[in-house]
């Protein structure tokens, strides 16, 4: 990472706090690490978020169903969906320090998918002479003492019911999609759906991550938006491919809306052999971070693995029944998956701007799209100390902020509250000054630009609607 890069790193998540986005969780206690909360202002960029989403994709579209599904679930759900024998990262301890570290991004990915074969063959005394034989010593406390490669299971245990046993043994779901497989056979009895179509689901998911870290990018506890979109199993890899396609293009949209410019964003079609157990195509889109290229959302065809493993462990039918033909089989996934918090770490990092406005003085902004600010207007009277004004002022504040999130303040000059008006993304600032007392019109100061223009107070609303619209 660049200076530059680490200093705007530093900068977003210094905003984030000061301005209401993101706080450390459990700060007074000390923290814990790689857990934040949102504030005020990042609760509403996340319900912008994720309400827009499932507009879009589900209540935009005849062809999907939504669910919410519970965390935590029967421990035979993941033995099935095989998270129980094969979700884990690969781990390498310090006997020193007793720091941890992700043995692919310790060793460096490249040579990680190029030895990990090889290495997989050795006993633990040869995997530790080859770790230090690649890596050398350790980079947090500098000794010779790097540890052998083992697997860490990366779910999160707890226990249901009054005695912690292992019959009471139970995870925090890691994923979404399993409640949508398990549901399937539900959905279709209930919804009458057929085939092609999807189930959405957004919620938490859990992950006993080894590194987590870049401030909201990496952590154990998140939110997904996902969907999975069944298909008849298709008679030549075209049929499959063409939804898929559809399924990418549909993401770059989304990307599109989100204000997140092409040229930050890469797909990266994932070799074979490093694809999951379940996939037989994935693509990642990754974005340009200020701490590096990273994987940004996914999109995963899954063909029939799901259903048909689900059905192999409970000896429910989970085949598809066709309305007409009454053939049964296992339906295919094209799965498109979203993560919430890297939706908002990609939204900090592209909305997040300095500008010169004047000799010696600059401003700070987030151009956000207007429909994702967290606030969409501030209503701002031009002073404090004329009871007009204000009165005036909060008469304007409370009839806006029926139709839009609205912010109001007197609090300082008019300068320094357009300032922070712009350093928290707000598109729209209308001011009420004391020709507004004659005329009955405001002036709307728009956040990129800064240009003015003076608009009747009846169409204040409409006014912003089109702009928000348009």
């Known amino acids: 990472m660049t200076n530059i890069e680490d200093k705007k790193m530093d900068k977003i998540v210094s905003l984030c706090k000061r301005r209401g986005f993101i706080f450390p969780s459990s700060q007074i206690y000390g923290g814990l690490a790689n857990s934040w909360d949102f504030g005020p202002l990042g609760v509403e960029l996340k319900n912008n978020i994720k309400s827009k989403w499932w507009e879009i994709f589900v209540q935009g579209r005849s062809d999907i169903v939504g669910i919410d599904s519970a965390i935590i679930m029967n421990s035979k759900v993941w033995e099935a969906s095989g998270h129980l024998s094969g979700f884990s990262d690969p781990l390498i301890e310090c006997k020193n320090c007793h720091r941890r570290f992700r043995a692919d991004h310790l060793i460096g990915e490249d040579v990680w998918n190029r030895e990990k074969d090889s290495i997989d063959v050795l006993n633990d005394d040869e995997k530790e002479k080859?770790?230090?034989?690649?890596?050398?010593?350790?980079?947090?406390?500098?000794?010779?003492?790097?540890?052998?490669?083992?697997?860490?299971?990366?779910?999160?245990?707890?226990?249901?019911?009054?005695?912690?046993?292992?019959?009471?043994?139970?995870?925090?779901?890691p994923e979404t999609a399993q409640g949508m497989f398990v549901n399937f056979k539900n959905v279709v009895g209930s919804s009458r759906?057929?085939?092609?179509?999807?189930?959405?689901?957004?919620?938490?998911?859990?992950?006993?991550?080894?590194?987590?870290?870049?401030?909201?990018?990496?952590?154990?506890?998140?939110?997904?938006?996902?969907?999975?979109?069944?298909?008849?199993?298709?008679?030549?890899?075209?049929?499959?491919?063409?939804?898929?396609?559809?399924?990418?293009?549909?993401?770059?949209?989304?990307?599109?809306?989100?204000?997140?410019?092409d040229e930050n964003l890469y797909e990266?079609?994932?070799?074979?052999?490093?694809?999951?157990?379940?996939?037989?195509?994935?693509?990642?889109?990754?974005?340009?971070?200020?701490?590096?290229?990273?994987?940004?959302?996914?999109?995963?065809?899954?063909?029939d693995f799901d259903l048909k493993s689900h059905q192999e462990s409970s000896g429910e039918n989970m085949?598809?029944?066709?309305?007409?033909?009454?053939?049964?089989?296992?339906?295919?996934?094209?799965?498109?998956?979203?993560?919430?918090?890297?939706?908002?770490?990609?939204?900090?990092s592209e909305a997040y701007e300095e500008e010169d406005v004047s000799?010696?003085?600059k401003r700070i902004l987030m151009k956000f799209p207007p429909w994702l600010a967290p606030i969409k207007i501030a209503i701002l009277p031009l002073v404090r100390n004329n009871a007009e004004l204000i009165t005036k002022a909060k008469e304007i504040y409370e009839e806006v902020k029926k139709d839009f999130i609205c912010d109001y303040d007197e609090s300082g000059t008019i300068g320094r509250r357009y300032r922070r008006q712009d350093e928290i993304g707000t598109p729209f600032a209308v001011t009420i000054d004391f020709d507004t007392l004659d005329d009955d019109r405001v002036t709307i100061r728009e956040r990129d630009t800064m240009k003015q223009e003076r608009v009747k107070v009846v169409d204040l609303l409409n006014h912003i609607k089109e702009k928000i619209d348009g």
């Open 268 to 303: 990266v079609d994932i070799p074979n052999e490093e694809l999951a157990h379940y996939s037989k195509k994935t693509i990642d889109f990754e974005y340009k971070f200020p701490f590096g290229v990273k994987e940004l959302y996914g999109l995963a065809y899954r063909t």
């Open 319 to 348: 085949r598809y029944r066709d309305p007409l033909t009454k053939e049964e089989f296992w339906p295919h996934v094209i799965e498109p998956s979203f993560g919430v918090e890297r939706t908002i770490m990609a939204v900090l």
């Open 359 to 361: 000799e010696g003085e």
């Open 130 to 173: 080859k770790v230090r034989e690649i890596v050398g010593k350790c980079p947090n406390c500098g000794a010779d003492a790097l540890g052998s490669i083992r697997s860490f299971n990366l779910m999160f245990k707890t226990s249901l019911g009054p005695i912690d046993d292992e019959g009471s043994k139970v995870y925090l779901r």
């Open 193 to 261: 759906k057929t085939l092609p179509f999807g189930i959405a689901q957004m919620g938490k998911a859990f992950r006993n991550e080894i590194t987590p870290g870049n401030f909201i990018f990496r952590t154990r506890e998140f939110e997904q938006m996902e969907i999975e979109y069944f298909i008849r199993p298709p008679k030549d890899d075209k049929e499959w491919q063409k939804v898929f396609e559809e399924w990418r293009v549909a993401m770059r949209n989304w990307t599109s809306l989100l204000g997140i410019s």
